[in-house]
């Protein structure tokens, strides 16, 4: 079992940048491909990105393909989400995920943390 918290969200202006972090607990967090998501209000959470276990691939949704970066230290235990250019549309709660396999939806997710709010002012 893993246990995440996310941290690093915040207001910043269009065209800026934001460096959300992730940190896990537990023994086992390199046997976990990780993903990050997001939820505007009266939407539903969407992929964003997501990173294998080997740190080898990643997958990004298409709306922030060339804006963000996905990257993981297993050895500290945190998964980053790296956020240029930003955007008003990028306005939403972030989320952390754990899952053995992963996926780019959220039902291939087990874990979750509770979420960082970034807003986007234009």
């Known amino acids: 079992q893993v246990q995440l918290v996310e941290s690093g969200g915040g207001l910043v202006q269009a065209g800026g940048s934001l460096r959300l972090s992730c940190a896990a607990s537990?023994?086992?967090?390199?046997?976990?491909?990780m993903g990050w998501f997001r939820q505007a209000p009266g939407k539903e959470r969407e992929f964003v990105a997501r990173i294998n276990r080997a740190v080898s691939t990643t997958y990004y949704a298409d709306s922030v393909k060339g804006r963000f970066t996905i990257s993981r230290d297993n050895a500290k235990k945190m998964v980053y989400l790296q956020m240029n250019s930003l955007k008003p549309e990028d306005t939403a709660v972030y989320y952390c995920a754990a899952d053995p396999t992963g996926g780019v939806v959220v039902e291939a997710y087990d874990y979750w943390g509770q979420g960082t709010q970034v807003t986007v002012s234009s």
């Open positions: 537990g023994r086992t967090f390199s046997s976990y491909a």
